[in-house]
């Protein structure tokens, strides 16, 4: 019987788009959440039938869900950093501060 290999890239797509959203206030935890639950799932097939998966790909999925974990708590303390602005300075003063900083590179 041949062996199922797992293919890590989709969750590293994922997870990196993720990284990229983290921009968006931190919105990129949709997406390397996503990552880190088909990693996850496809790992607990190959531990519930661990003869049917090649132990290379297996230990590839498993570093690809450690690098979407690792994304997905940088996007989630992010948010939590932006809702926490937003709930203290406000959403005009943010928006002021933005509009002065880009004010501000437009003149260099």
């Keep these: 019987m041949e062996q199922q290999?797992?293919?890590?890239?989709?969750?590293?797509?994922?997870?990196i788009l993720g990284l990229l959203?983290?921009?968006f206030g931190?919105?990129?935890?949709?997406l390397s959440g996503i990552?880190?639950?088909i990693a996850y799932s496809k790992l607990k097939n190959?531990?519930?039938?661990?003869?049917?998966?090649?132990?290379?790909?297996?230990?590839?999925?498993?570093t690809a869900k450690i690098v979407a974990m690792v994304i997905l708590i940088i996007?989630?303390?992010y948010f939590i950093m932006t809702i926490y602005r937003i709930s203290t300075v406000g959403w005009d003063?943010?928006?002021?501060?933005?509009?002065?900083?880009?004010?501000?590179?437009q003149n260099q």
């Excluded at 003063?93 to 590179?105: A, L």
């Design 35 to 37: 990552a880190f639950f």
């Design 75 to 77: 996007n989630i303390l």
């Design 21 to 23: 959203c983290c921009c």
């Design 93 to 105: 003063e943010i928006m002021r501060q933005s509009q002065e900083m880009m004010e501000q590179i």
């Design 26 to 30: 931190g919105l990129g935890f949709i």
């Design 5 to 15: 290999k797992l293919n890590p890239t989709l969750v590293y797509v994922l997870a």
């Design 46 to 62: 190959a531990e519930n039938n661990p003869d049917a998966f090649d132990p290379a790909s297996v230990k590839a999925m498993n």
